[in-house]
């Protein structure tokens, strides 16, 4: 366990008291799950959560108590800009931090797991540094006594199961999804950009389905009211998880960690994810002909997936041209070592630590390159960190396919030294 946990916390970590622990020291007490907190001490959101997982860790620890061991630890990973700020907030809980001057671990920890909002709690394996639960702040809420507790990943089959909606009232099993692609949608009616995708979605659909393709779209409702959900349920033609079952709702929020809407998440007829990225996909592909969107090593960047920059780190090659056979080109180029790097941490069960983009000549690469203040070079290799708020850059007359691989290995080996954004 020491070594999986190491390689993600470093050596010690802080208690409430100043003490520092060593990670290592976590096998012995029976650690067998992981929470990473990431949070802040201001805020309402992140001090609610704070109240309710002080309460849930408490009771954690009173079991761990009485049967001689501990299951769970809290791993708090700040959000505080502030060194003060950072000391009252571990002052006031009862579970563990990393170091505030571990700032680098700290911003590779929230691009690893793609944190995009506070508070957030993810679960990890202890022995292995995979991820159990993406969605914590729902365990706490639906499993406040932890009789579920590790909270690992059920099939969608299991977790969907049970009565499904059209919205002319009928009722379908959801064993009526069995050998279907299936597109979970995560949306809601107050939410003006899931309105305009649903729009887009509703003939996306309509085309699939005339093209004789099996695909059922599961609709799993964030409305704040069963008028509200039954408004906007009248503009689809497809099925949805009856708004009452709330916690089959939670449960599929869990089940794919759901940070913000809207959210498609397109399965096979397994029911295994094929993207996450369903709402870029549907915008990027208004005829469907991709379908099911398999995602692609090198993408184009668009204004549809340009939000993608924000997810964690991101490689970037400006060619700057209008000229389709250039951008081809590009993305020949550096799609090897994308598939690489892409089967490399598959083989782990984890998240590539980058995407990969070509970026062409339009006003949304011209704005990008006047936020990020890069060189008006082109073609240009870049390596862009939004959350970090960095930028790695490889300014060189022409771009090899070595000189790609040995940026990108440089970056993984933190061996590159970052400019501001």
Same mark, same amino acid.
């Given at each position: 366990? !020491?070594?999986?946990?190491?390689d993600?916390?470093?050596?010690v970590l802080?208690?409430?008291?100043g003490?520092e622990? !060593?990670?290592?020291?976590?096998a012995a007490?029976g650690?067998?799950?992981?929470?990473?907190?990431?949070g802040?001490?201001?805020?309402?959101?992140?001090?609610?959560?704070g109240a309710?997982?002080?309460? *849930?860790?408490?009771?954690?620890?009173?079991?761990? !108590? /009485?049967?001689?061991?501990?299951?769970?630890? #809290?791993? $708090?990973?700040? !959000?505080?800009?502030?060194?003060?700020q950072w000391?009252?907030?571990?002052r006031? %809980?009862?579970?563990?931090?990393?170091?505030?001057?571990?700032?680098h671990?700290?911003?590779?920890?929230?691009?690893?797991y793609?944190?995009?909002? &506070?508070p957030?709690l &993810?679960?990890? @394996?202890?022995s292995s540094?995979?991820?159990?639960?993406?969605?914590?702040?729902?365990?706490?809420? @639906?499993?406040p006594?932890?009789?579920?507790?590790?909270?690992g990943?059920?099939?969608?089959?299991?977790?969907?199961?049970?009565?499904l909606?059209?919205?002319?009232?009928?009722?379908?099993?959801s064993?009526?999804?069995?050998?279907?692609?299936v597109g979970?949608?995560?949306?809601?009616?107050?939410c003006?950009?899931?309105?305009?995708?649903?729009?887009?979605?509703v003939?996306?659909?309509?085309?699939?389905?005339?093209?004789?393709?099996? *695909?059922? &779209?599961?609709f799993?409702? /964030?409305d704040?009211?069963?008028?509200?959900?039954?408004?906007? $349920?009248?503009? %689809?033609?497809w099925?949805?998880?009856?708004?009452a079952?709330?916690?089959?709702?939670?449960?599929?929020?869990?089940?794919?960690?759901i940070?913000?809407i809207?959210?498609?998440?397109?399965?096979?007829?397994?029911?295994?994810? #094929?993207t996450r990225?369903?709402?870029v996909?549907?915008?990027?592909?208004?005829?469907?002909?991709e *379908?099911?969107?398999?995602?692609?090593?090198?993408?184009?960047?668009?204004?549809s997936?340009?939000?993608?920059?924000?997810?964690?780190?991101?490689?970037?090659? *400006?060619?700057?041209?209008?000229?389709?056979?250039?951008s081809?080109a590009?993305?020949?180029? &550096?799609?090897?070592?994308?598939?690489?790097?892409?089967?490399?941490y598959?083989?782990?069960e984890e998240e590539?630590?980058?995407? $990969?983009f070509?970026?062409?000549?339009? @006003?949304m690469?011209?704005?990008?390159?006047?936020?990020?203040n890069?060189?008006? /070079?082109?073609?240009?290799?870049? #390596?862009l960190d939004?959350?970090?708020?960095?930028?790695?850059?490889?300014?060189?007359?022409?771009?090899?396919?070595?000189?790609?691989?040995? $940026?990108?290995? @440089?970056?993984l080996?933190?061996?590159?030294?970052?400019?501001?954004?």
């Open positions: 366990m !020491a070594g999986a946990l190491t993600l916390l470093g050596e802080v208690a409430a008291d003490e622990v !060593a990670v290592s020291a976590l007490r650690v067998s799950l992981v929470g990473l907190y990431f802040c001490s201001l805020g309402g959101p992140c001090a609610q959560l309710s997982l002080a309460a *849930f860790y408490g009771r954690f620890r009173g079991e761990a !108590a /009485a049967a001689g061991g501990q299951r769970l630890e #809290i791993v $708090f990973v700040s !959000a505080e800009q502030e060194q003060q000391q009252e907030a571990v006031a %809980m009862p579970w563990l931090a990393l170091p505030f001057a571990d700032k671990r700290k911003l590779k920890l929230w691009n690893k793609r944190v995009s909002n &506070i957030s &993810i679960f990890i @394996d202890a540094g995979k991820v159990v639960c993406r969605n914590g702040l729902l365990v706490i809420r @639906d499993d006594e932890g009789l579920e507790f590790p909270w990943p059920k099939p969608f089959s299991e977790v969907v199961a049970g009565p909606l059209r919205n002319n009232g009928q009722t379908l099993d064993s009526a999804l069995e050998g279907s692609h979970v949608y995560f949306s809601a009616h107050w003006p950009p899931c309105r305009s995708l649903t729009r887009v979605l003939e996306s659909y309509r085309k699939i389905k005339e093209a004789g393709q099996k *695909f059922e &779209i599961l799993v409702s /964030a704040r009211s069963e008028d509200s959900f039954k408004q906007y $349920f009248s503009e %689809m033609p099925l949805a998880v009856p708004y079952d709330e916690a089959r709702r939670s449960r599929l929020n869990r089940l794919y960690g940070q913000g809207p959210t498609l998440i397109v399965l096979d007829a397994k029911g295994e994810v #094929i990225q369903g709402r996909e549907v915008l990027n592909d208004v005829e469907c002909r *379908f099911p969107w398999h995602p692609k090593p090198v993408l184009e960047l668009t204004d997936n340009a939000v993608q920059l924000n997810e964690g780190p991101c490689l970037v090659l *400006f060619v700057d041209s209008e000229d389709d056979g250039e081809e590009a993305k020949q180029l &550096i799609q090897p070592i994308a598939e690489k790097i892409i089967a490399k598959k083989a782990k590539a630590p980058l995407l $990969f070509v970026a062409g000549e339009d @006003d690469t011209d704005s990008l390159r006047d936020y990020t890069l060189p008006e /070079a082109a073609p240009l290799l870049t #390596i939004m959350s970090a708020r960095a930028k790695y850059v490889m300014d060189v007359e022409e771009i090899t396919p070595e000189i790609v691989e040995a $940026f990108v290995s @440089d970056f080996a933190d061996k590159l030294k970052p400019e501001p954004i």
